[in-house]
């Protein structure tokens, strides 16, 4: 939607806010942190092909769906991007994503650099892209053997895949590395502040405050 779109219609512009990182870099941990603290930050559920872990829920950390119904949104071009990611099928809803720009609402994603690259294309003035950094991915092996919800091969398939991963920052519009947690996640809000504050999301308010000027003059 345009700025002057959102302006006519008065309410402020939607952000659609990427945190990506190598698996086990800590970016549930301070996405679930910025929820907490900031409730009207909605969560984009992915569907997903991968089996849920133990103590997730379908429709809460996933919308867990099998390779043929995924294959189905693909054709019915239901998502707004998707991946294959460590082997599984891994996807956004459109929807979802269109009713938040034109609600204004912000909407926070945790998907990898395949998708945050192809938000991007969709949709340049709402997305601001932000990457984790694992202090080394020696200590990266640690976290996910310290979080216990990966067998040994997966967590090898896993630091694997980091490098990879890692070879992407630069397409980020902002780098956190989260070393010590209190540390990282304020970064984190710091950006999500400023992101929410930049003129292009505020200008319906600014215009509010004009238009309230000029009744009284
Ligand atoms: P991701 O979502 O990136 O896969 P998680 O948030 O699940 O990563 O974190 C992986 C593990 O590392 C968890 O057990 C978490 O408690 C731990 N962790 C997260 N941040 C830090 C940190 N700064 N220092 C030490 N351990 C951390
Ligand atoms: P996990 O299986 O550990 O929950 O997630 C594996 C990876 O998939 C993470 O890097 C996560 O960010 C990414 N991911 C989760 N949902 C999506 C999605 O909808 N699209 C894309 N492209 N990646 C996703």
Do not use: W
């Amino acid at each position: 939607m345009s700025s002057r779109r959102n302006v006519l219609a008065g309410k402020p512009r939607g952000l659609l806010m990427v945190v990506s990182s190598p698996s086990g870099a800590g970016k549930t941990t301070l996405c679930t942190r910025l929820r907490a603290e900031y409730p009207s930050l909605g969560f984009s559920v992915s569907y997903t092909t991968r089996p849920p872990r133990p103590g997730e829920t379908d429709g809460v950390e996933y919308n867990f769906v099998d390779q043929p119904r995924f294959q189905e949104m693909i054709a019915r071009d239901d998502f707004a991007e998707y991946a294959m990611v460590h082997g599984n099928m891994y996807g956004t809803a459109a929807q979802r994503v269109a009713d938040a720009i034109e609600d204004g609402r912000d909407l926070l994603f945790d998907i990898d650099y395949q998708g945050g690259r192809q938000l991007r294309r969709k949709f340049p003035d709402d997305v601001v892209l932000v990457f984790i950094l694992p202090p080394s991915l020696k200590e990266l092996e640690r976290r996910l053997r310290g979080r216990g919800t990966d067998s040994n091969e997966v967590i090898e398939g896993r630091v694997r895949v980091a490098r990879e991963e890692l070879r992407h920052y630069d397409e980020y519009d902002y780098l956190v590395m989260n070393d010590e947690l209190d540390r990282a996640y304020d970064a984190l809000r710091a950006i999500y502040l400023a992101q929410v504050h930049a003129c292009v999301r505020q200008t319906p308010t600014a215009e509010q405050v004009l238009s309230g000027q000029e009744q009284l003059l």
